[in-house]
């Protein structure tokens, strides 16, 4: 079955930096576009970036462009979120995401604290 397991977050002060992993198993993770999405208390999910399979091409929310970027590594099976100048209004649960055969997988999220 897919699994998708995000980790790297935690608290961090305002400018610092973080890098998300999610490993993902149980599917052909090469042929399969990635997404980071984020949910702030009391906020809808907002994506904040994508991937596509080859890693060729990327998108970015407004509110992290040039700030964050995301990168995978297929013989890994993973995808990276490398997070600089975080703001305190970064903090969310940060979720990996994928959609297989119109059914759609998310992680267990992993906190993001920005903060000082």
């Known amino acids: 079955q897919v699994q998708l397991v995000e980790s790297g977050g935690g608290l961090v002060q305002p400018g610092g930096s973080l890098r998300l992993s999610c490993a993902a198993s149980g599917f052909t993770f090469s042929s399969s576009a990635m997404n980071w999405y984020r949910q702030a208390p009391g906020k809808e999910r907002e994506m904040v970036a994508a991937?596509?399979?080859?890693?060729?091409?990327?998108n970015y929310a407004t509110s992290v462009k040039g700030r964050f970027t995301i990168s995978r590594d297929n013989a890994k099976n993973t995808v990276y979120l490398q997070m600089n100048s975080l703001k305190p209004e970064d903090t969310a649960v940060y979720y990996c995401?994928?959609?297989?055969?119109?059914?759609?997988?998310w992680g267990q999220g992993t906190q993001v604290t920005v903060s000082s």
């Open positions: 991937i596509t399979s080859a890693g060729g091409s990327t």
């Open positions: 995401y994928t959609k297989r055969f119109r059914s759609d997988y």
